[in-house]
């Protein structure tokens, strides 16, 4: 489903990514681990182009999309994406978040939106805060909008960037239940987290990262319970 | 006690002359050969100036805000360009220069002609808060519409620009303000709006006193009713924000 070959990113000389080579296939929920500064967060957002990859090729459904000419936009719609900060925008009602883009991407009428909106709404428990403004909702809530806002355009798969890192620790759990069911639903899902125990529970596989490339890659119970990589053994002895 | 009776009664006496005087005042500068026409007419015309005026200089400064926000080496040149001279000429001169050379051959009415000088004037002013505005909006924003498969347009349209709107509408009233006042100028150019009305009686009467005062409180007045209503809008933009 998504093919990543000799990846490379650099800002000016810094070099991020140094050479990712990866295949992710349908329904796998692949967790991104390692320490701060190892590329986690610019992998996952080559993935979608929020940055523009320096070398190397992605292709999603067999299709390249880092090539000239190709239509992002239609790319992206392919791929939801939940942010660390949320990124609700604070403008519009829960609803009117959820369903801007399906209804102006006309991909929807307002009112199918409107009841894919209701649906997805009581799927991440939040049925009564549709008419609310994003500033009175908590973290939580508002992470669990966001997810519900990318599934909106019925994405085939989604990318979490730390969607828990910014939250108070008694709402973690919360957003990470609708990940748990959304992975369940047998959702494609790349998610950059440090929350090992969900790595652990939910991931098909775990990739360690650090400077720029992948040091190890495997299921969690090989990359928890024996790990191959020193510095995979390093971080794993720090964090756990 | 006399003395006391004396000084009272001559108070009286001047403070009488002092208001006659300024009723005949009054009734030579505004109601002899219907002279307060003069000024009702200004009025419309300060207002017909500035209205033009302001809604030329938004779309002028939205454009020239995007050019100088663009990643294009030549539309960044051209916005620079445009808000350096703009802002670094007197907006009397630019009125001249735009009424007497630019349009020197076009038969327009005059008010028109200022209005375009003006909302070029106010756009260079309007350009500068709208960068700031569309820079103010946090670039996840931005990324998350873009996440969503939303164009950089539509990006821009309906999430970064009405949070923008929000941000800058103070900044944006105050260069209405400015504009209203500012078109106290157009005198030069001939066009009678509530200063050159004012200052036409002053010449008629030789009575600045009375003509420059009503002017004044004119413009504040005029002022004023903007600042109140535009409070109203800013209320109704702000709903969204729960402070």
């Given at each position: ?18 050479g ?7 329904g ?10 190892s ?6 957002r080559?993935l979608?182009?929020?940055e523009?990859?320096?070398a ?5 459904d ?22 660390q ?15 801007l ?5 006309k ?34 809530q508002k ?7 990318a ?16 939250l108070?620790p ?10 748990k ?10 998610v ?13 596989r ?29 971080f794993?002895?720090k964090?756990? | ?15 009488a002359?002092?208001w006659?005087g ?6 030579l ?10 000024i ?8 017909k ?6 809604l ?16 294009n ?6 916005g ?44 260079a002013?309007?350009?500068?808060i709208?960068r700031?505005?569309?820079?103010s909006?946090?670039?996840?924003q931005t ?16 999430i970064?620009v009405?949070?923008?709107v ?7 009233c ?12 157009v005198g ?12 036409f ?14 002017s ?14 535009l ?10 924000d729960?402070r």
């Open positions: 489903m998504i093919t990543v070959k000799n990846l490379h990113k650099s800002f000016g000389k810094l070099n991020v990514l140094c990712i080579d990866e295949h992710i296939t349908q796998e929920v692949v967790v991104v681990i390692g320490p701060s500064g590329g986690k967060s610019t992998f996952l080559c979608n182009l929020l523009e990859p320096t190397g090729e992605i292709y999603i067999g299709e390249i999309i880092n090539a000239p000419k190709v239509n992002v936009n239609r790319i992206r719609q392919k791929m939801g994406m939940v942010f900060q949320f990124n609700l925008f604070p403008h519009l009602t829960i609803m009117e978040n959820i369903t883009a399906p209804v102006k991407l991909k929807m009428t307002k009112e199918e939106a409107i009841k894919k909106g209701e649906e997805l709404l009581q799927r991440v428990g939040l049925s009564d805060k549709a008419n609310n403004y994003p500033a009175q909702l908590s973290g939580g992470q669990r909008v966001a997810i519900a806002r599934l909106a355009m019925q994405p085939e798969i989604m990318l979490f960037d730390e969607p828990t890192s910014a108070d008694e709402m973690v759990g919360e957003v990470l239940d609708v990940m069911d959304l992975a369940r639903s047998g959702m494609t899902m790349v950059v987290t440090h929350e090992m125990g969900f790595a652990r529970e939910v991931g098909t775990v990739l360690f990262m650090d400077g720029g490339v992948i040091m190890e890659s495997g299921s969690p119970e090989e990359i928890f319970g024996n790990p191959q990589n020193d510095r995979t053994k390093n794993l002895s964090v756990l | 006690m006399d003395a006391i009776k004396t000084w009272w009664l001559g108070l009286c006496n001047d403070v002359v002092w006659s300024i009723c005949d005042d009054f009734y500068c505004f109601v002899k050969e219907d002279r307060y026409k003069l009702l007419d200004g009025i419309g015309v300060t207002i100036v500035s209205l033009f005026a302001i030329i200089g938004i779309f002028i400064g939205f454009l020239i805000g995007l050019c100088s926000l663009s990643k080496k030549f539309l960044n040149f051209i620079k360009v445009y808000t350096d001279v703009i802002r670094g000429t007197p907006s009397v001169t630019q009125l001249m220069i735009i009424y007497f050379v630019v349009f020197a051959n076009v038969h327009w009415e005059k008010w028109i002609i200022a209005s375009i000088a003006f909302g070029i004037n106010s756009g002013y309007v350009s500068e709208i700031a505005g569309i820079l909006i946090d670039k996840g990324e998350a519409g873009r996440s969503l498969g939303l164009g950089a347009v539509q990006t821009m349209l309906h970064v009405p949070q923008a929000k941000n800058i509408f103070p900044a944006l105050n260069e209405f303000i400015v504009l209203i006042k500012e078109t106290a100028i030069y150019i001939g066009i009678m709006d509530i200063q050159k009305a004012a200052d009686i002053k010449s008629a009467t030789f009575e600045p006193f009375l003509p420059l005062l009503a004044a409180i004119i413009y504040f007045v005029l002022i004023k009713i903007l600042t109140v209503s409070g109203f809008v800013e209320k109704a933009l702000r709903k969204s729960v």
